[in-house]
């Protein structure tokens, strides 16, 4: 690029070089991916006003902005300082990472905005972890959904493809900025965006998708290891599932008195008029996930290991600190699921209207309906609702909503038992 090219940007932008505080050069060039149909990214600074950004509901960083394609070579972005330094603030990686070019990709940097974005802590590694994660998380939607690709003349394919990478780069800087305080190397995964192209040139896309799964999946982990944002501290119940026979309630029930645990439950599922009988026990931990984890596991190989386990379940509090609050952390963060049990008084024909009522409502698909009966002397039933992609906040009002349901048909004080389930599979 040279002056000449510029001036002709600037002209056809109505801008002149004094309004100009930086120009980055960014994008496939400095990161060594370009090829001859490469276009050319830029992003000027200008002291000339705009209005202030507007930003996505769901989330504080995608925002509405104008892209100016220019002489069929240039994809050129222009933001006031005052917006500039907003997205540093958001820590959005598309400015984040012009701070940290090399210096032949900064065409011009009259303000250094890498000292402001440190001296008024815009730094924030939870933050750069989270933006990252949702770069990738963008990306994986765009795959599901038919977008049509913004740019003209090319395939929804090849957006989708170009942002699954984008989405590996941004955890790669992510990872960078959080280890080092800066960007060592804009072309440290480039290599991944040509082995991508041999998958994509050899299979399918799904074949690429299954990739950059397991790729973003390592990065990820490296993250979590740099920045904790899954550790939960609190109360917490283990619930173990055995193989149910005679034989094995009378050595648990011995093994139980032994160890001072009198939570043994006989639970006879039914669910579709699928009578499924489950033998359990619960424990309570009180500590910090995923560190509890060793002291649970060494606990069951203790004190089971005769036993056969077909499941163990860990479930916290949803008062313990650390639990996912809104719908972006927990969709960002964590895997896991929000459960509610209502547990209501025994009568058998109440529970038939309210299967009957739930079952008409599609708003509450995803229940399951249970009938629970303890130790086979006492009977109670409740109903179960999981919720997968919601934080606590917004499950709370769900739940809320669905108790005012329940209290409205059955007329009767209902009990609710609420968690956040974090394992749930046999790891013995």
């Given at each position: 690029?040279?002056?000449?090219?510029?001036?002709?940007?600037?002209?056809?932008?109505r801008l002149t070089d004094d309004l100009i505080?930086?120009?980055?050069?960014?994008?496939?060039?400095?990161?060594?991916?370009?090829?001859?149909?490469?276009?050319?990214?830029?992003?000027?600074?200008?002291?000339?006003?705009?209005?202030?950004?507007?930003?996505?509901?769901?989330?504080?960083?995608?925002?509405?902005?104008?892209?100016?394609?220019?002489?069929?070579?240039?994809?050129?972005?222009?933001?006031?300082?005052?917006?500039?330094?907003?997205?540093?603030?958001?820590?959005?990686l598309f400015c984040v990472q012009c701070l940290?070019?090399?210096?032949?990709?900064?065409?011009?940097?009259?303000?250094?905005?890498?000292?402001?974005?440190?001296?008024?802590?815009?730094?924030?590694?939870?933050?750069?972890?989270?933006?990252?994660?949702?770069?990738?998380?963008?990306?994986?939607?765009?795959?599901?959904?038919?977008?049509?690709?913004?740019?003209?003349?090319?395939?929804?394919?090849?957006?989708?493809?170009?942002?699954?990478?984008?989405?590996?780069?941004?955890?790669?800087?992510?990872?960078?900025?959080?280890?080092?305080?800066?960007?060592?190397?804009?072309?440290?995964?480039?290599?991944?965006?040509?082995?991508?192209?041999?998958?994509?040139?050899?299979?399918?896309?799904?074949?690429?998708?299954?990739?950059?799964?397991?790729?973003?999946?390592?990065?990820?982990?490296?993250?979590?290891?740099?920045?904790?944002?899954?550790?939960?501290?609190?109360?917490?119940?283990?619930?173990?599932?055995?193989?149910?026979?005679?034989?094995?309630?009378?050595?648990?029930?011995?093994?139980?008195?032994?160890?001072?645990?009198?939570?043994?439950?006989?639970?006879?599922?039914?669910?579709?008029?699928?009578?499924?009988?489950?033998?359990?026990?619960?424990?309570?931990?009180?500590?910090?996930?995923?560190?509890?984890?060793?002291?649970?596991?060494?606990?069951?190989?203790?004190?089971?290991?005769?036993?056969?386990?077909?499941?163990?379940?860990?479930?916290?509090?949803?008062?313990?600190?650390?639990?996912?609050?809104?719908?972006?952390?927990?969709?960002?963060?964590?895997?896991?699921?929000?459960?509610?049990?209502?547990?209501?008084?025994?009568?058998?024909?109440?529970?038939?209207?309210?299967?009957?009522?739930?079952?008409?409502?599609?708003?509450?698909?995803?229940?399951?309906?249970?009938?629970?009966?303890?130790?086979?002397?006492?009977?109670?039933?409740?109903?179960?609702?999981?919720?997968?992609?919601?934080?606590?906040?917004?499950?709370?009002?769900?739940?809320?909503?669905?108790?005012?349901?329940?209290?409205?048909?059955?007329?009767?004080?209902?009990?609710?038992?609420?968690?956040?389930?974090?394992?749930?599979?046999?790891?013995?």
């Amino acid at each position: 690029m040279n002056p000449p090219e510029i001036s002709l940007i600037l002209n056809e932008l109505r801008l002149t070089d004094d309004l100009i505080t930086n120009i980055y050069f960014h994008g496939s060039w400095a990161q060594g991916t370009c090829t001859n149909k490469s276009d050319q990214d830029l992003i000027i600074v200008t002291r000339k006003c705009q209005p202030p950004l507007r930003f996505q509901t769901d989330f504080d960083y995608f925002h509405e902005f104008e892209l100016h394609k220019l002489f069929g070579k240039y994809d050129v972005c222009v933001y006031s300082i005052e917006n500039f330094e907003e997205l540093l603030k958001k820590n959005y990686l598309f400015c984040v990472q012009c701070l940290f070019l090399p210096n032949e990709f900064k065409l011009k940097e009259e303000i250094d905005f890498r000292k402001i974005y440190f001296e008024k802590n815009y730094y924030d590694p939870i933050r750069i972890k989270k933006v990252a994660f949702y770069e990738m998380f963008h990306s994986f939607n765009l795959s599901h959904t038919p977008t049509r690709s913004p740019v003209e003349n090319q395939s929804r394919e090849d957006f989708v493809f170009k942002n699954f990478f984008h989405g590996i780069r941004f955890l790669d800087m992510a990872q960078q900025l959080i280890q080092y305080q800066t960007i060592q190397d804009f072309t440290s995964v480039s290599h991944l965006f040509s082995t991508m192209n041999q998958i994509r040139e050899k299979s399918n896309m799904n074949d690429v998708l299954q990739f950059v799964n397991t790729t973003s999946d390592e990065f990820k982990t490296k993250l979590d290891s740099l920045v904790a944002t899954n550790c939960i501290k609190g109360t917490f119940q283990v619930q173990i599932l055995f193989d149910n026979s005679k034989a094995i309630l009378e050595k648990l029930k011995i093994k139980c008195q032994k160890i001072g645990n009198n939570n043994l439950f006989i639970y006879l599922i039914d669910d579709n008029d699928q009578k499924i009988k489950q033998l359990m026990i619960h424990l309570t931990y009180h500590g910090e996930y995923p560190l509890i984890i060793q002291q649970i596991q060494n606990d069951i190989h203790t004190n089971f290991q005769d036993f056969l386990i077909k499941n163990v379940q860990i479930k916290s509090s949803i008062s313990n600190q650390g639990i996912p609050m809104n719908d972006i952390d927990k969709q960002l963060f964590w895997k896991n699921t929000f459960q509610f049990n209502y547990k209501l008084s025994r009568n058998q024909e109440l529970l038939s209207t309210i299967k009957t009522k739930l079952k008409a409502n599609t708003l509450f698909n995803s229940f399951t309906y249970c009938i629970k009966r303890i130790d086979r002397q006492k009977f109670d039933y409740f109903i179960q609702m999981s919720l997968n992609n919601v934080g606590l906040e917004n499950a709370l009002k769900m739940s809320d909503a669905f108790l005012s349901c329940l209290k409205r048909i059955s007329r009767n004080s209902v009990k609710i038992q609420q968690q956040f389930i974090l394992y749930d599979n046999n790891f013995i």
